[in-house]
């Protein structure tokens, strides 16, 4: 719950533990519940030992996480509400849910021993079970949720955007990265043979903010976002799973650690699941299950939710919308095999095939024999679609009850709640809210916790009579907290920690508005007898703003005050006077970036960090990327410069200058996941090919951010440079770790004519230019190497193909007759046998491939021509900085994560040191300028 300060007066911190005391004692104990913080709640906790399990047949604390805004996990979200696991957990056991945007956090507090159990997708789970194998956090897959063909697996475009798959062709393409809907999008693009100018790695909130603003053209999301961004008119649907015939669907995860040592709590929640699967597939339940989600979700109405559950395409009037396997079946089992081999194929699992203890399949199958019962034992079936009200217009339905008022009427209080409403919700452009009830209370004003019975929130005022600034000031507060995602509170352990920052912002928010109306209602108040109240409004704010407790010390920063007084605000939410002090201060940033208004409803979305920094940047890192700048100010005002934006990293774009599903693509992913942890920072990949790799770094160049921004460059690249081509030069960067070196080859297809290199040059002097070379770009390296080869007399013709996908299909399809390329990037169709090498450009044999030839055994000098991956940064980036992100990837290099990865991709760099590294670009650049001087032209 959410009290804020009675209006007028001041309550002193004492008085108001009072109230809320009573407050507590007098409502029943369901809808009041608080997320009181526990002990250490925030610290680390250990990867093994996870605490509460106990011994069979004692009482447990069980923590779940779970993804309510993902439908195909929804099971969870009924267990929640419906509390099934009470009829079989041991007396006195107790069940903490934490929600996730995201699966991968799911994973990460599983395996840290943090959480015990969690509902996810594909892609998380078997990431997570394939990598713990052997490990204190081993993780373990017991049971399945819903499959379907378009819970996940949802492809949108933007109104005016791509109107079909085809037309995704050169678009603006996001999915969340490293997962199903990731591995959807590749899917899709892979199959159908598109390229997207740009595919970046966004968060469900960015994703949704940029079709909203036009910056996307179309991205792969879930459910109910899809059908969310539907409804607003903001985007479309162009595609499912049902075009690749590619189930999806989620799964539940146990820690390895609970299986073994508690085998009663185990069996005794899958008995739990079995009712909450059960419970979902009946239709009687449907009302019930809508409100549900209502009641543990954001931002989404009652229309919006049922039909992402229930509402089908008239074709698929009688298809499932989702079946519910809860035992692992064909579809199942053909939905793991098939991630599995594209985690391996995008590096991020060392084989295709599960681990064998991976899996484990006879707990389910045990519950469901004691039963009885089948699988499936249910299908979510379609239901006509419900009209969508009046939230993806903005607005907010507020319904003022009757009595307690005095002698103000519900029609004027309703008008100015409105008005507040309106005030702070258009600043966050297509936030729908559920409805909000509001009724009088004689206690404090408040936000409960528990939704009403049809998922609308329920707020509590104290302001009476004709005293309209009173309305203003408490409702602005609690609108503050709704916008602010306070319902998410009792979901995160700790939260109550950090809960003051929110009471500071929503006393920013009761300032704000009286200040802004006092202007307006002069010349456009919400009734006519409303003018008069104007210069009562802003006499309020006057009063507040000039109490002398807001006031710091003559020449005391926020940073210095917040450090004599941290412990005391960490200790309780409602110390009115410290929370003032800072809503004081903060006041003018909002009023001078009004997009700070926007970033409130990226406040909370994820269980915060244990400390108050790691709070701010977990709301950084969950908001768009136009709106951090503004955060990061007020993470500065609170821990100094080192604390925004420049050093403090919580943010990284990492710009991969190269197609899809290219060797660069892999080798960038994987290095985000394993310096994620390292660098405390989410990173934020983006695919932008084009131009030999400079159109991606010509993107690093030009960032506001230089700290937080990196690249990868490849060797092709370097050699363009070298050409005189454009304006990019090695002084521009900072390199920061050479990932990769390897050798190219020339491939054939392998049923080509072409049995050697020396056929080709046998051909060639014979037929000049007739022999067509898919390559990477035109004057690099490839060309080069190309020119090489035919200045003996034999020809051949280079054909610039820039995205991997696109020139290694060129090979296959036979529109070309060889393919310039690094074994590690088709290794696949090595091993399938569809390509045959001819020769390795370099002057000696690979031992990867030993009956395979050198060039220079036939008379040609590509000693030059080893090529490298590196990550790059801007030059401009701090010194400190580089040398910190040097250390770290030098580590991250030495992992056995690393090595076996590049092993398999034939392309492990010999470590350097740091005046190797920083020399690099440069030393290569010279090698490659005086080779081209000496080329014929």
Same mark, same amino acid.
């Given at each position: ?20 005391? =009573?407050? /507590? ?36 604390? @069980?923590?779940?996480? &779970? ?9 969870? #979200? ?109 899917? #899709? ?63 539940l995860v146990m820690r390895a650690e609970l299986l073994e040592r508690r085998p009663d709590v185990a069996q005794a929640w899958l008995q739990a699941e079995l009712d909450a699967q059960r419970f979902l ?24 939710? $049922? ?28 939905? /793991?095999a098939d991630t599995m081999a594209y985690l391996h194929g995008a590096g991020q699992v060392p084989s295709d ?13 045990? *519950? ?48 100015? #709640? ?14 729908? /809210? ?22 609308? &929130? ?9 005293? $309209?600034?009173? &309305? ?27 809960? $003051? ?60 005050? &917040? ?22 201060? #903060? ?50 005002? %609170? ?39 390292? /660098? ?39 050699? =363009? ?16 770790? *050479?990932?990769?070196? %390897? ?55 280079? =054909? ?18 060889? @393919? ?8 696949? +169709? ?29 008379? %040609? ?59 690099? +670009? ?16």
């Amino acid at each position: 719950m959410k009290p804020s300060p009675r209006f007028p007066h001041s309550l002193p911190a004492a008085a108001l533990r009072v109230l809320l005391l =009573v407050l /507590l004692l007098a409502l029943p104990v369901a809808p009041v519940l608080a997320a009181a913080p526990e002990p250490d709640a925030g610290s680390a906790a250990p990867t093994s030992g996870a605490p509460g399990l106990g011994q069979p047949g004692e009482p447990v604390a @069980l923590v779940v996480g &779970y993804q309510p805004y993902f439908t195909s996990a929804w099971s969870a #979200l009924v267990m929640r509400g419906k509390r099934f696991h009470e009829r079989y957990l041991p007396k006195g056991s107790t069940v903490e849910f934490e929600p996730a945007l995201q699966g991968r956090k799911i994973a990460a507090a599983m395996q840290s021993g943090r959480m015990h159990l969690g509902y996810m997708g594909p892609v998380s789970a078997l990431v997570a079970a394939a990598r713990s194998e052997g490990q204190p956090g081993e993780l373990r897959l017991v049971a399945v949720l819903g499959l379907g063909y378009d819970q996940c697996n949802v492809l949108l475009a933007r109104v005016g955007g791509p109107a079909t798959l085809k037309a995704l062709q050169g678009s603006r393409l996001a999915a969340p990265r490293d997962s199903c809907a990731d591995r959807f999008a590749r899917e #899709l693009l892979r199959e159908r043979s598109l390229s997207p100018a740009t595919y970046l790695g966004q968060n469900i909130e960015q994703i949704a903010n940029g079709l909203r603003a036009g910056r996307l053209d179309a991205a792969a999301v879930w459910e109910p976002v899809a059908t969310r961004l539907e409804q607003e008119g903001v985007a479309r649907r162009i595609g499912s799973g049902r075009e690749l015939g590619q189930v999806d669907g989620g799964f539940l995860v146990m820690r390895a650690e609970l299986l073994e040592r508690r085998p009663d709590v185990a069996q005794a929640w899958l008995q739990a699941e079995l009712d909450a699967q059960r419970f979902l597939a009946d239709p009687a339940n449907a009302e019930e299950i809508v409100r549900l989600a209502l009641a543990q979700t954001a931002g989404f109405d009652d229309a919006t939710l $049922w039909n992402a559950f229930y509402a089908a395409a008239e074709a698929d009037a009688q298809v499932p919308r989702m079946t519910l396997p809860f035992v692992f079946d064909e579809a199942a089992r053909r939905l /793991l095999a098939d991630t599995m081999a594209y985690l391996h194929g995008a590096g991020q699992v060392p084989s295709d095939v599960l681990p064998p203890r991976a899996l484990a399949v006879e707990p389910a199958q045990a *519950v469901l024999r004691g039963r009885g019962l089948a699988s499936p034992v249910g299908r979510v079936m379609p239901q006509p679609a419900r009209a969508v009200g009046e939230l993806p217009e903005g607005r907010v339905r507020i319904t003022v009850r009757e009595g307690g008022w005095g002698n103000a009427n519900t029609r004027d209080i309703r008008d100015v #709640l409105a008005a507040v409403a309106r005030e702070l919700q258009e600043r966050i452009p297509g936030r729908p /809210l559920a409805p909000i009830v509001v009724s009088h209370s004689r206690r404090s004003p408040i936000s409960l916790y528990e939704r009403g019975p049809r998922g609308e &929130y329920q707020v509590q005022l104290t302001a009476r009579d004709d005293r $309209w600034a009173g &309305y203003v000031y408490e409702f602005a507060h609690e609108f503050c907290h709704i916008l602010g995602n306070y319902d998410r509170h009792p979901h995160f352990q700790g939260a109550g920690a950090h809960q $003051w920052f929110e009471e500071a912002l929503c006393e920013v928010s009761s300032l704000y508005t009286l200040q802004r109306f006092a202007v307006e209602w002069q010349v456009k108040p919400p009734s006519p007898r409303l003018q008069a109240y104007a210069q009562e409004l802003q006499a309020s704010a006057d009063r507040f703003l000039a109490e002398k407790h807001r006031r710091l010390a003559p020449g005391q920063t926020l940073a210095a005050w &917040y450090a004599e007084n941290a412990q005391r605000l960490r200790g309780g939410a409602y110390d009115r006077d410290r929370n003032e002090v800072v809503a004081t201060l #903060l006041l003018p940033l909002f009023d001078e970036n009004p997009e700070l208004w926007e970033a409130l409803g990226y406040l909370n979305l994820e269980a915060p960090g244990g400390s108050f920094e790691q709070y701010l940047r977990t709301w950084h890192d969950n908001a768009p990327p136009e709106l951090r700048d503004s955060i990061s100010y007020v993470m500065a005002l %609170f821990f100094g410069p080192g604390a925004g934006r420049r050093d403090a990293a919580p943010h990284i774009e990492f710009t991969v200058p190269y197609g899809l599903n290219s060797g660069p693509d892999g080798i960038a992913r994987l290095l985000a996941r394993l310096l994620e942890p390292a /660098l405390g920072a989410a990173i934020e990949l983006a695919n932008v090919p084009g131009a030999s790799g400079n159109t991606g770094l010509t993107r690093l160049l030009a960032t506001g951010d230089p700290a937080n921004a990196l690249a990868i460059i490849g060797g092709s690249t370097v050699w =363009v440079w070298a050409g005189g081509t454009g304006t990019v030069e090695p002084r521009l960067f900072e390199v920061l770790g *050479v990932v990769s070196t %390897f050798e190219s080859f020339l491939f054939a297809p392998a049923d080509s004519p072409f049995r050697s290199l020396q056929d080709v040059l046998d051909f060639a002097s014979k037929n000049p230019d007739r022999l067509r070379v898919a390559s990477s770009g035109a004057g690099g390296r490839d060309e080069l190497a190309i020119r090489a080869l035919g200045a003996q007399g034999a020809r051949l013709l280079n =054909v610039p193909v820039s995205k991997h996908d696109e020139r290694v299909a060129a090979v296959l399809d036979k529109r070309v007759e060889l @393919l310039f390329e690094e074994p590690g990037d088709v290794a696949e +169709l090595l091993e399938q046998g569809r390509l045959r090498p001819l020769a390795v450009l370099a002057a000696r044999r690979d031992p990867a491939f030993p009956e395979v030839p050198a060039a220079q055994e036939l008379g %040609f000098d590509l000693r030059p021509f080893t090529s490298f991956r590196a990550v790059v940064a801007n030059a401009s980036m701090a010194p400190q900085r580089v040398r910190a992100l040097r250390q770290e990837l030098a580590r991250v290099l030495q992992s056995p994560d690393w090595r076996d990865y590049c092993r398999h991709l034939l392309s492990c760099a010999d470590p350097l040191t740091e005046e190797q590294t920083r020399t690099y +670009l440069q030393r290569y650049y010279e090698a490659a300028k005086a080779y081209r001087a000496q080329l014929p032209r």
